[in-house]
């Protein structure tokens, strides 16, 4: 069975090893050089203590092959869904082949599992192969990120570390289930790709934040969180802060607020918050004070504060693994219902 | 082994519509059975649950003695080939029998060699270029290497042409004789099945009308002419298939074990076609059924 199974699949696995090969072939080499690039720019800023600037052009040096990279991983579970699950029974349904195998001397149960876990295996292992690679690949570049690209950012987490392996697993047992339940090849794709992108959406805007209580706390304004001051022609004072918190570098921010003294929002990230009694005349905040770092103080010292609710970096891996789990569960729980099909419903 | 298949009282149900119903048939062994009637009539679906394909709604199936499909083994008995005869197009008729050693613990590697090598197919050649007569007989090959006991086939000649249908029969034919193997393949026409089946079953309505030997119920069968004449004064010995009246004429085809003596007819002996044909006569046959039943 074991060799039906791969001479069906045959095709599809060369394919899919050859873009695997592609993948590492433009990999390698390059990721060699960032990896070089990173420690000896690194060695030099740290003597020439200008960092920023370093990771910025580092950063826009590899912009385009990172996000090229992030997009591989983030479609290869789909496509396996797509072209090894939904068609692995329909296709069989719709030329009666399932009728000449389920003749042999096998039970319906054993070929659909072996058909299950052989390709099933084959398609985690290519996702998961290139998860990894692309991680290591990015490595330097996830340690120098800007907001927005961090490693716990919602795109760069789904295709860092093992998740990937969890996504293809899942894609794949749902492509196959759709296909039992539609029968018919083309909309099983089609309704794979629509059930696939809408959990994939699902879990990192509903369910990824609270997989972990995420932390929530205030914060001192300062130069990592705010964005910029303003004085408005009547004299009246505002404040403008990021979703970056202070000293809790690449944390995933879910929510960064400006409160007033008495805790009450008063502004969420990216909108200007008033501030009372700041004046605009003279003092830290004027014009012309001298150091731009008093303002964040003058205004602290009034009680203002950032209150952020995030999950820290070091969740990283926990919340890879959480999410991992609940993939391999939904891929059970789908693979369940396939068996169970088989037994039941489908002649 | 005395018996291929039992079935008491099966049915099967697609939802509010009976694909089968109250089949109650013992087939014996050492025949090959031809399983006949018109399209829809639920030849595939006893077929189905011959081999375990399907489950019963109601009713009792036993094949060679166990469920079927339940088990390799009892799947190693019963080979299947599926109507219009499926194959993997991707895959070359020497792959097909690769498949086949290596899914059937009784394959006979040198038979399906041999047949293959005699009916002429390449063996590099992909399924999906085979004619519908060269795929026919690779499905065929397939289910005979298998070394089943009993063989089902299910239209298995329906979409081929009047020569490849010969050639197919006649190899199924040889093959029977040669593995003493028992077979039930279905078709709706009667012609196919004449040459080379000794026993009979009519399925019409998803009920079975009527089982047997095909020369005990050549036999039994009769077709009386004569004077114009109601059903109900024939004598009771003899039950009534199809009728079919004129103004001054009456024609019955009727089944009974005793000889018919009444001058008044003139009996004429019916071919295997006419049998069936008397028995798709639907009206006549929901007219008798009722008092049949009442009877039991």
Redesign the interface.
Known sequence: MIWLTWRQLRGAAVMTAILLGLLAAVLVPTGSQLAADYTGGLAACIRGDDCVGFYDQLFDDYEIPFLASILVVLILPAMIGLFWGAPLITRELEADTHLLVWNQSITRTRWLAVKLGFTGLIAVAAAGTAGLAVTWWSGPLDQSAPEGFALMDPLVFSARGIAPLGYAAFAFALGVTVGMLVRRTLPAMALTLVAFAAVQLAMPLLVRPHLIPPVTSAFELGRENVDGFGINRDGTFDVRIKAAIPGHTGAWVLSSELVDPSGRTIAVSGQDGRITGVSTTSGACAPAAGSPDGCPAEVNRLGYRQKATYQPLERFWPLQWIETGIYALLTAGLTGLCFRWIRRRLS | MTTVLTAQALGKRYGRRWALRECTIDIPAGHVVGLVGPNGAGKTTLL?LA?G???PTAGDIAVLGGRP?????Q??R???V???T??????TVA?HL???A?????WDDGMARERVARLGLDPAQRAGKLSGGQRAQL?LT??LA?RPELLILDEPVASLDPLARREFLQGLMEATAEHELSVVLSSHLVSDLERICDYLIVLVDSRVQVAGETDRLLAAHHRLTGPRRDPDRLPAGQHVVSARHTDRQSTYVVRTDAPIHDPAWTVTRLSLEDLVLAYMDKPAAADRRAPLEVQR
Do not use: C, I, M
């Open positions: 189905k081999s394909q399907l489950e499909g339940g088990t390799p083994a799947l190693a019963v080979g299947f599926a109507q219009d499926p194959a993997y197009a991707g895959l792959e690769r498949l086949g290596r899914l059937n613990p009784r499905a397939l289910g298998k």
